[in-house]
């Protein structure tokens, strides 16, 4: 993929001829996407910010690989994106504007830099999550071979590690981050009305729910890098991985319910979802905190305040000071992206099929062809 930097929204397209990426022209399921070289789909390619080269995961020499992003859940944007949002509540639900290019996460090289922006230059290798929340209704634009990427959204690639794993990183990486380091941003925050807050980690309890997946995976890596001790939830299957990535303690959801065996947990990070998240309230001792990745559907805030408990969420934001910051963890080892599959770019509905099947390890990349 290629990118070009800049901070304005002006900037000349980095070149005439159309690059290779690949459109949704409605909502619907995987088979919705259409290659740009047939039919009309070459007609909505209009960069307008500097394109940089080689962002989003990469496999194969340097150039980039765009990770489809998928976790193992429907909370992926790419998967809501492309079903038009239709398995949201009608009240969340947005209007998207199709045909629009998806795909936020990326990992790749600079092929031009505008003149305004420092920093940077053509021949780095850089990682980043492209726009967003701010191009949530119009694709940001990662499954191509080029995209353009704002200079502040974007941070070095982390030494050591390749394009296809540090294209697996962003949003989840900046996801637990947000919710668990450092929030980042001022920016209203569209689930509730107060600022969300992450909570000091040293020498706390943490249970993490979903801990197999893109953020949870993350979120273990983090809390322990924090100091705290870290309860993991997910299958069997992912026990002997989380116990490698430093959890303290496993639970296997498909026996035993976590809520039931654990109490007085400082925070729970509940990066699954649906309708029964308010059962672990009651796992977290009076002046805890959980925290919610997806927070639609939550009906229990009474009973947390009764309980003491502090429920919150945030938007995950781009930010490449983070992605900066984080990559010496990346580089040295103290966090590891897991990637559960690659596919190439013209499998992209395979890509997708498997996002959302269920019992996804890590991410799922997609890399050039």
């Known amino acids: 993929m290629a990118l070009r930097l800049d901070k304005r929204i002006n900037a000349p397209n980095i070149r005439d001829s159309a690059p290779h990426r690949w459109l949704i022209w409605s909502g619907g399921d995987s088979h919705v996407y259409r290659d740009n070289e047939g039919g009309q789909a070459t007609r909505v390619w209009r960069p307008r910010r500097a394109p940089l080269r080689g962002c989003a995961p990469a496999c194969r020499s340097t150039r980039r690989g765009a990770g489809p992003r998928p976790c193992r859940r429907p909370e992926s944007p790419d998967w809501y994106l492309r079903d038009g949002y239709r398995a949201l509540p009608p009240e969340w639900r947005p209007d998207p504007s199709f045909p629009l290019i998806p795909g936020t996460d990326v990992s790749g090289v600079v092929e031009a830099v505008a003149d305004d922006v420092r920093g940077f230059n053509r021949g780095d290798e850089v990682y980043a999550m492209v726009r967003f929340p701010e191009n949530l209704m119009k694709g940001s634009g990662a499954y191509a071979e080029y995209v353009s990427i704002p200079a502040p959204e974007l941070a070095l690639k982390p030494v050591g590690i390749d394009h296809v794993h540090a294209a697996g990183a962003p ?199």
């Not at 989840?172 to 941003?185: K, R, V, Y």
């Not at 924090?226 to 991985?241: M, P, Q, T």
């Not at 976590?258 to 699954?272: K, P, S």
Request: with cysteine.
């Open 171 to 369: 949003m989840s990486l900046l996801t637990a981050w947000q919710f668990l380091i450092e929030l980042g941003h001022d920016e209203p925050n569209p689930f509730q009305s107060f600022r969300h807050e992450p909570v000091p980690l040293q020498g706390k309890t943490v249970l993490v729910n979903g801990a197999s997946g893109g953020v949870g995976h993350l979120a273990v890596q983090l809390a322990k890098w924090k100091g705290a001790r870290v309860i993991a939830v997910a299958s069997s299957r992912n026990e002997a991985l989380l116990r490698d990535l430093g959890a303290d303690q496993f639970i296997d959801y498909t026996t035993t319910a976590a809520e039931e065996v654990v109490c007085d947990v400082d925070l729970v990070l509940d990066a699954v979802g649906g309708a029964k998240m308010g059962r672990f309230l009651h796992a977290v001792k009076r002046g805890g905190a959980l925290f919610l990745v997806n927070p639609l559907g939550f009906i229990d805030h009474e009973e947390a305040e009764t309980l003491g408990v502090t429920v919150s969420s945030t938007q995950v934001r781009s930010n490449g000071a983070q992605l900066a910051e984080a990559a010496r963890l990346l580089a040295n080892g103290t966090v590891r992206v897991i990637v559960d599959s690659t596919y190439p770019l013209s499998d992209v509905s395979r890509a997708h099929q498997r996002a959302t099947s269920g019992r996804i390890q890590g991410k799922i990349v997609l890399t050039m062809d």
